[in-house]
């Protein structure tokens, strides 16, 4: 079981962030710790409108989310590194190389489905995005909680 997950994109304001509030909000109760970052971070901007929108219909809160930039402290401190994209895995390695074996795709139980960006796209393009990140969430959920809650 993983007990501190990183989550990273592009910007984090869209597809980070509704990751993190959705393994938050499936391991509530689990000593599971979410945090997430971006590649190329757009530093202290809010959650995209439309992906605060789409979580908020879920009934998920990121009005206080800001977009942060990764550090190597972050990746030295998680034991389980989420990305939305093959060259996001490729980058971050070179950036740290020693988040080797702990990087992979959130869509690696969906065929290592890629999470498209769907920043300055429609809403419709949200919602997308939030559906595949929740089928993704799921497939993860074995490897994050306890046996009590997934047999």
């Known amino acids: 079981m993983f007990s501190r997950v990183l989550v990273l994109c592009v910007g984090n304001i869209c597809r980070s962030p509704m990751a993190q509030a959705l393994l938050r909000q499936r391991l509530a109760g ?8 971006g590649l190329q971070a757009c530093v202290g901007v809010p959650a995209d409108p439309h992906a605060q929108a789409v979580l908020a219909e879920a009934r998920l809160d990121i009005q206080a989310h800001r977009g942060c930039q990764v550090t190597a402290d972050m990746l030295r401190w998680a034991e389980l590194v989420l990305l939305m994209e093959n060259q996001q895995i490729a980058q971050v390695q070179r950036l740290a190389p020693h988040v080797r074996g702990k990087a992979f795709l959130i869509g690696k139980w969906q065929n290592d489905l890629q999470i498209a960006d769907p920043f300055r796209k429609p809403r419709k393009a949200f919602q997308h995005t939030f559906e ?7 497939d993860w959920l074995p ?6 809650q997934h047999p």
């Open 30 to 37: 689990q000593p599971v710790e979410v945090a997430s970052a």
């Open 143 to 148: 490897y994050l909680t306890t046996q009590e």
């Open 132 to 138: 595949h990140l929740s089928r993704c969430v799921d």
